[in-house]
T-cell receptor, first 111, second 114 residues
């Protein structure tokens, strides 16, 4: 069955450093991969989408890579700030465009 | 636009009672989704609608769950009878036809069944 894996352990980093979150998947050939941010008590918020034929995408301090051979996406936040602390979910979708979500990784940026 | 609106934000009920969750999608969005989020299972898709028509309800856990979308601006998710294992946060999300990959989530309804 399709499986999306995100590190269940929280990632703790110091302000100003680059945060890197990982999303691995198996038994899946997604055409699209998305990253969402979720704050406590709120719904997920869409951040970025990357297509299978794109290797990398950037938006301000965010960078996403998509390696279909490794079946992995990396999500980077450069110059991290305490306000970046949240849970980050990756989601995969195929031809139907309907995403399947991973369980998310919590990021904590310490001042 | 106010975004996706859900009500109530919190619901506490007793086992066996009927629960109705409500959602107003973003105006102009063709797709509406209902999700359930728990620590154990993460964010699960329950059902989604396209132009008010249910397309895929394979995620609905059992017959106790039902969803309707009587018009483009309103949807309900009903649980009857409710059970303690239904306790979770239920999210409604909507998407425009031109960007299905980007979903706009509501604030969620935290349901506790005692």
């Amino acid at each position: 069955s399709q499986k999306i894996e995100q590190n269940s352990e929280a990632l703790n980093i110091q302000e100003g450093k680059t945060a890197t979150l990982t999303c691995n998947y198996t038994n899946y050939s997604p055409a699209y991969l998305q990253w969402y941010r979720q704050d406590p008590g709120r719904g997920p918020v869409f951040l970025l989408l990357i297509r299978e034929n794109e290797k990398e995408k950037r938006k301000e301090r965010l960078k996403v890579t998509f390696d279909t051979t490794l079946k992995q996406s990396l999500f980077h936040i450069t110059a991290s700030q305490p306000a970046d602390s949240a849970t980050y979910l990756c989601a995969l979708s195929g031809g139907s465009y309907i995403p399947t979500f991973g369980r998310g990784t919590s990021l904590i940026v310490h001042p | 636009d106010a975004g996706v609106i859900q009500s109530p934000r919190h619901e506490v009920t007793e086992m066996g009672q009927e629960v109705t969750l409500r959602c107003k999608p973003i105006s102009g969005h063709d797709y509406l989704f209902w999700y359930r989020q728990t620590m154990m299972r993460g964010l699960e898709l329950l059902i989604y609608f396209n132009n008010n028509v249910p397309i895929d309800d394979s995620g609905m856990p059992e017959d106790r769950f039902s969803a309707k979308m009587p018009n483009a601006s309103f949807s309900t998710l009903k649980i009857q009878p409710s059970e303690p294992r239904d306790s979770a946060v239920y999210f409604c999300a909507s998407s425009p036809r031109t960007s299905l990959n980007e979903q706009f989530f509501g604030p969620g309804t935290r349901l506790t069944v005692l």
